[in-house]
């Protein structure tokens, strides 16, 4: 074994980083230039090795995506059992084993962690992978194959695959023939599976008017073309028109289009050229975010984003269980972090009348709060996130006699969610078709969602420092413990706006702070976003 893995490690050695700087796994597991993944993907197929026989030989899943980053980016994540981001504890795991300086080292590591953990290593091991559209997709495919051959772990490539396709397929795999069984463990069993709740979710309403869906020249795309045999036209109402959906030309992924683009620029991707009026969304490089947005031919762009996701599904849901009788059997509540915009924390509080629970940055807290409700609703701002249902919720979906042909309809939409909404994670096809499903369902068209509430301005300001681990939060994220005396600073500052409120916080994903900032109005957003910046400046260069 250890000849295997030093022999197979030769042919992707990592790169060294300099002085003093490790490869980390981060919320997005390990993301950063191609050119630099190589031996980092091979250790990652080592991890995932590990990391199934640890859990009595389950598949665990590895995607090879940098999602909304440039072309020439790329990352590998591992994805748990159930279809869940890998565990945190082993992040630390995976960043000790990538930053082995040796083969004989990592040869040594592999060892030392399965002895650590009672890991069997001649238990059988199963992992699954896919990746997105980028061209170093392939060499990087290839090297953690290497890993799982030197580990003699049975390897599955489902090749090109949206993020979210990929952990459908391993919470699949593991649940096969069981009372939990969560679909076909096939991209066509993915398809099938939603478009049989969407018809489900709808009872017979339809969907009105076109929906341009923007796929970032990403694997969103051709996913969507293929999603769409499925769905019968006539039936759903559903008439999408796919566009930037170019996987032939590698640069154009994500660029001046996608959820990303929309949610940072403001504004509508320039090409193809939006139609006035036009329902709109957006999808990232590997569509796990949405974003809703469209040109008023009176008022000019609207975007709805992960907080408006948010509201819509948690108020239709809460509308639901009420029609089902059943809001003193199951809680439903909201999770969101910092970057939520203040209007919509005020909304689902004040107006939906919902619990609201606030997490650091990166969808594994969000998610793991959302357990904590039987209905658990969380997105980030960023347009990132799902519905999670416990088992309780969905037994009572599907247990509850009926008493009234409301009530029916109620239980059954109900049920229909369950399938139709991504339970391991944000899913931008299956979130798109949630959406789509309250607009048909309200009646709405963008406008109306819109009017539910107005936005507070917000600004984001990312601040190069000379070290952002000086920046230490507490109170998920929204308060700064380090450097000390600058929340003082932030504090005085934020007091001068009107409905001000602002935060600082190292970035987990790039080499920098970022500024988040909120106001009454744009002027005084902006203002408190450069003066908040300017303090985190002073203080990182002190
Ligand atoms: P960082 O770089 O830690 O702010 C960013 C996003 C997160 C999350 C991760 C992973 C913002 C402000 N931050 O994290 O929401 O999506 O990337 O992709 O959007
Ligand atoms: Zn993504």
New binding site residues.
């Given amino acids: 074994m250890d000849e295997k893995i030093i022999a197979a490690s030769k042919r992707h050695p990592i790169v060294p980083l300099g002085e003093g700087r490790l490869y980390t796994y981060g919320?997005?597991g390990f993301r950063m230039k191609a050119d630099l993944l190589d031996g980092v993907t091979f250790r990652v197929g080592l991890l995932a090795a590990l990391r199934s026989r640890k859990m009595s030989s389950k598949a665990i899943g590895v995607m090879i995506t940098a999602?909304h980053n440039p072309a020439a980016d790329n990352g590998v994540k591992v994805v748990d059992p159930m279809g869940e981001m890998l565990e945190q504890d082993w992040e630390g795991l995976a960043t000790k084993l990538v930053n082995a300086p040796t083969d004989e080292d990592l040869a040594a590591q592999y060892k030392s962690i399965a002895q650590q953990l009672n890991i069997n290593l001649d238990a059988p091991g199963k992992v699954i992978y896919g990746r997105d559209t980028r061209p170093s997709g392939h060499g990087l495919v290839a090297a953690l194959n290497d890993a799982l051959e030197a580990t003699s772990t049975q390897a599955t490539d489902f090749k090109l695959l949206t993020t979210p396709q990929l952990h459908y397929l391993v919470r699949c795999l593991n649940t096969e023939g069981t009372v939990n069984a969560y679909g076909a463990v096939s991209e066509a069993g993915y398809y099938e599976k939603l478009s049989e709740a969407l018809v489900r979710a709808l009872g017979g309403r339809k969907a009105s008017g076109q929906l341009v869906v923007d796929c970032a020249n990403g694997v969103g795309g051709p996913k969507l073309h293929e999603f769409l045999k499925y769905v019968s036209k006539d039936k759903t109402g559903l008439d999408i028109k796919v566009v930037n959906d170019d996987v032939l030309h590698p640069e154009a992924l994500n660029l001046d289009c996608g959820a990303d683009f929309v949610k940072t620029r403001q504004k509508p991707p320039p090409s193809p050229r939006p139609t006035p009026g036009v329902r709109s969304c957006s999808f990232d490089g590997d569509a796990d975010r949405l974003i809703y947005h469209w040109l008023d031919p009176e008022t000019g762009f609207f975007m709805l984003d992960g907080d408006r996701i948010s509201s819509l599904a948690a108020s239709f849901i809460a509308d639901l269980i009420r029609s089902a009788n059943l809001q003193d059997e199951l809680r439903i509540g909201v999770v969101q972090t910092a970057?939520a915009n203040g209007a919509s924390t005020a909304y689902i509080e004040k107006h939906l009348q919902l619990p609201i629970g606030c997490t650091p940055?990166?969808v594994k807290h969000l998610h793991h709060e959302a357990l904590k409700f039987d209905v658990g609703v969380y997105f980030?701002a960023?347009g990132?996130g799902t519905v999670l249902f416990s088992p309780h919720a969905l037994r009572t979906f599907r247990d509850t006699q009926p008493q009234s042909p409301a009530q029916k309809d109620a239980l059954d939409v109900l049920a229909a969610c369950g399938d139709l909404i991504n339970q391991t994670v944000g899913d931008a096809l299956s979130d798109m078709l949630l959406v789509e499903v309250i607009l048909a369902h309200k009646n709405w068209t963008l406008k109306d969602w819109a009017l539910t509430y107005s936005d507070l301005p917000n600004r984001?300001v990312r601040v190069e420092v000379a070290d952002k681990d000086a920046f230490r939060t507490t109170d998920a994220e929204r308060r700064l413990t380090h450097p000390v005396g600058l929340q003082d600073k932030i504090d005085q500052c934020v007091s001068k706006y009107t409905r001000g409120r602002s935060f600082a916080r190292a970035?987990?994903?790039?080499n920098a702070c970022?500024v988040y900032a909120e106001a009454a109005t744009r002027s005084e957003a902006d203002d408190l976003a450069n003066k908040v910046a300017q303090l985190v400046k002073q203080y990182g260069d002190m």
Avoid: D, I
């Fill in positions: 919320t997005a999602s970057y940055t990166g980030e960023n990132h984001l970035s987990g994903t790039e970022r």
